[in-house]
């Protein structure tokens, strides 16, 4: 069974930085791409960075290139998101999701992390 | 890039049929069959419905249904039950300068009355 447990969030000021975790089990990590989905406080889900399986390639949302990295270390099964420059417009509960590259969907989600950017 | 457009709301009562709709653009619902619906529960995470328009995960409800036509999908839940009563989001996947891109709607509010 897949689990996705996110890590790693909390209250940061504005222009600071902040590192997610999410330790993934259940499936062979290493040979899935990865997501992060993020939710504003009453809002939608929003894209924010894919990588593939390997982490030869990264893409980002507009609003977080330059400022998030997305990474990952197959050796410990775990999933990364580095975010510096943090805007209050980035508060949001933080998703790790498993990719479906034949279908390109989220198969699988985390419960999530709160990260709350104060100004 | 845009998101998707959903209604904010539906509704309907025990044992009725709802359908959500999703419309993009031919750059992304209507160019591609990668359009996926979930549903998500407040304070939950969100569940994987339909994929590739049309497809239900196993354990998920055959009252569970996606279709397409052009730029918009629809998602339609038939005997409607207390349970159902969630949020909804779209996706599908796209390009943005030829680089893979990702986009929801945003989000539809489906109470059962």
């Known amino acids: 069974q897949v689990h996705l447990v996110e890590s790693g969030g909390g209250v940061v000021q504005c222009g600071g930085s902040l590192r997610l975790s999410c330790a993934a089990s259940?499936?062979?990590?290493?040979?899935?791409?990865m997501h992060w989905v993020r939710q504003a406080p009453g809002k939608g889900l929003e894209w924010v960075a894919f990588?593939?399986?390997?982490?030869?390639?990264?893409y980002y949302t507009d609003s977080v290139k330059g400022r998030f990295t997305i990474s990952r270390d197959n050796s410990k099964n775990t999933l990364y998101l580095q975010m510096n420059s943090l805007r209050p417009e980035d508060t949001a509960v933080y998703y790790c999701?498993?990719?479906?590259?034949?279908?390109?969907?989220?198969?699988?989600w985390g419960q999530g992390t709160l990260v709350t950017v104060s100004s | 890039q845009s998101a998707l457009t959903q209604p904010a709301s539906v509704s309907g009562s025990p044992g009725q049929s709802i359908t959500i709709s999703c419309t993009g653009t031919?750059?992304?619902?209507?160019?591609?069959?990668?359009v996926s619906w979930y549903q998500q529960h407040p304070g939950k995470a969100p569940k994987l419905m339909i994929y590739?328009?049309?497809n239900r995960p196993s354990g998920v409800s055959n009252r569970f249904s996606g279709s397409k036509s052009g730029n918009t999908a629809s998602l339609t839940i038939s005997g409607l039950q207390a349970e159902d009563e969630a949020n909804y989001y779209c996706?599908?996947?796209?390009?943005?300068?030829?680089?893979?891109?990702?986009?929801f709607g945003g989000g539809t509010k489906m109470t059962v009355l």
């Open positions: 031919s750059s992304d619902v209507g160019g591609y069959n990668y």
């Open positions: 999701a498993k990719h479906v590259h034949s279908g390109s969907y989220y198969g699988d």
């Open positions: 590739e328009v049309s």
């Open positions: 259940g499936f062979t990590f290493s040979i899935y791409g």
């Open positions: 990588i593939r399986y390997d982490g030869s390639n990264k």
């Open positions: 996706s599908s996947y796209t390009t943005s300068s030829t680089l893979p891109y990702w986009v």
